[in-house]
């Protein structure tokens, strides 16, 4: 079994070669083959170059279409039996890999990390204002798009190889609430969703705007059905 390790990053020289060089530890001691893939989201500082000097292979956009972008190339192009994208900082540790992987062997399609299922293993909140945000969103989605996925957000997903390229081969949301759309599209293809609590620390340094991104997130919900 091959496991790929996708990773969208746009301006992330700070964090990458640190959160690569831990994802390579924790690979060395695993059982499984195995390729680590950055999609480089038009990243206008140096984590192109702190990627290729650790040995990881790049995929690079010319332009910054948004986080979905990143990893529908990433899904579509990596060549893992299993596909796994994880948030270039690290913010769910990649040893939950370990984790996610038994519900593969008793037939789950997708398996996706949760903050919402175990709150003793959030080692590192976010803001107050954060999480009542995200439990507000989880709410707009549970009522227009999908139910009974208590997390929808948390960037730390899996999928099959069959599953990852049909769900993402008709996926078209570029932006933040590309994780609602596939989980929609998963759904709709009926393949079998596990949500499952996985360790998670907030990095101060996100990216998300807590207002102009939850806007558009909002429009972009709003959009999934009309789109499939």
Not at 7 to 27: Q, V, W
Not at 41 to 58: E, H, Q
Not at 62 to 76: D, E
Not at 185 to 201: C, D, T
Request: glycine share 6%; net charge negative; with cysteine.
């Amino acid at each position: 079994m091959q496991i790929s390790i996708i990773i969208p990053a746009y301006n992330e020289e700070d964090r990458i070669s640190d959160s690569i060089i831990s994802i390579k530890e924790f690979l060395t001691k695993s059982s499984f083959d195995s390729e680590i893939i950055v999609v480089d989201d038009g990243s206008t500082d140096n984590t192109v170059s702190n990627c290729k000097a650790l040995g990881v292979a790049v995929l690079e956009q010319k332009q910054n279409k948004g986080k979905g972008a990143a990893v529908r190339r990433g899904m579509l192009e990596s060549s893992g039996d299993i596909k796994i994208f994880t948030d270039a900082d690290l913010s769910t540790p990649i040893k939950e890999i370990n984790t996610i992987l038994p519900y593969f062997k008793k037939g789950y399609d997708v398996v996706i990390g949760s903050r919402a299922l175990q709150n003793e293993l959030i080692r590192e909140h976010q803001p107050w204002y954060r999480e009542a945000m995200g439990k507000i969103f989880n709410k707009i989605v549970q009522f227009l798009v999908i139910k009974g996925i208590r997390d929808t957000q948390c960037g730390f997903k899996a999928f099959t190889s069959e599953a990852a390229l049909n769900i993402f081969s008709e996926s078209k949301i570029d932006g933040f609430a590309f994780d609602v759309e596939a989980l929609y599209l998963a759904s709709k293809n009926n393949y079998s969703v596990k949500e499952v609590p996985v360790e998670w620390y907030n990095d101060e340094r996100s990216k998300v705007d807590p207002i102009k991104d939850s806007i558009k997130m909002f429009f972009e919900i709003i959009k999934i059905k009309g789109l499939h």
